[in-house]
């Protein structure tokens, strides 16, 4: 409220392109906030849309069911690796967490073991701005000492080292193994960001890394909640960044590009194991009823994402094409005085700082420029929808470009 940066009014949307009210156009690389994975005023997508309204856009979801979350639960059944297969449908990822670490607590309880309520996370995690969400993102960027004494207090093992596509060093995962090892009598789940750390740092680290995770949570028993809400759908060049480990979590959560931004939507997965273990517990059932719990219009147009990502060859075309662009034309950038670090993964393009940016200077230059990028941090980080043409995508990288050489930044 205090002396706030300016904002532009946006009056439509389509493909790729934000066009602003005084006519200006920009060639979005964020796909808002990762979720437009398909560009925006879909034709297929306004349409399921329409569909739906006509016949309704809401009815409770207690007592009563219908056709659209049926279809979107069988559609995110098939997709999910085995043995997810039991689907919470709620409205945001922030909740989806929140249902993910109800879900582990109620299942601990049912089994007789009420003392495991605490989580494990990593340094450098997001999960979302919810209170059990936000006490399991990164203390420091988390902002933890805003909220102390409200929020519980969890494990945290630091930050994964090893990057992706690099060598593994077995030490990389020793302090997460003691903390594990030392309090699994109170840990019910580990809670982590698979292969990608998002707002936290937007940092791609080894998948042994999860593999060894995965062992550790079976060995010591203790349930596994990966949070897919940003790599979900293809992001990082697997539909679930899961993949690059080939390894399954007890708990998924899906959120962002589930209705390719459309509507606000997300859901919890596990495993028929969890799902019936914690129904025998004391509540009968897991003790969460959102209203607008799988809104038929969110419902629909999730099914229609899924379904063009599916009938698509978004792999060959899309994300790998994405990703071969981003590391051929943002490599140069390694060169800059003020850049620490070029990484891309997916359709995913970082290119870390010195020094955190000023997000007040550089998005003026980038709207000049004809494109809309918003970083954090030390970051500044393309992740632009999948139905990028070639042109467009050089448009942003070598503005970016431009913007970097040109003094003070
Ligand atoms: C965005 C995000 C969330 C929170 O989702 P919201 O829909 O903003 O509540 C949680 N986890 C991760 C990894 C995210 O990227």
Known sequence: MIAPPPVYPVVSASGVHLTLADGRKLIDGMSSWWAVIHGYNHPRLNLALEKQIKSMAHVMFGGLTHTPAIDLARRLVALTPDPLDKVFLCDSGSVSVEVAIKMAIQYWQARGRPRKHRLLALAGGYHGDTFAAMSVCDPVTGMHHLFRGVLPQQFFAPRPGC???????????????????????????????????????????????LRQVRALCDAHDVLLITDEIATGFGRTGTLFACEHAGIVPDILCLG??????????????????????????????????????????????ATASIDLLCESDWWQRSVQSIEQQLRDELAACIELPSVRDVRVLGAIGVIEMQESVDVRRLTPRFVESGIWLRPFDRQIYIMPPYVIEPQDLSCITDAVRRVLVEKGC
């Open 256 to 301: 962002k590009a589930l209705t390719s931004g459309y509507l606000t939507l997300a859901a919890t997965l596990t495993t028929a194991s969890v799902a019936e273990t914690l129904s025998c517990g004391g509540a009968g059932c897991l003790m969460q009823g959102p209203t607008f719990m799988a809104n038929p219009l969110a419902c629909a147009v």
């Open 163 to 209: 990057r992706f596509g690099e060598p593994w060093d077995p030490d990389d995962v020793t302090e997460f193994a003691g903390l594990i090892g030392a309090h699994c009598d109170e840990i019910a789940a580990v809670i982590l960001e698979p292969i990608v750390q998002g707002a936290g740092g937007m940092w791609f680290y080894h998948p042994e890394y």
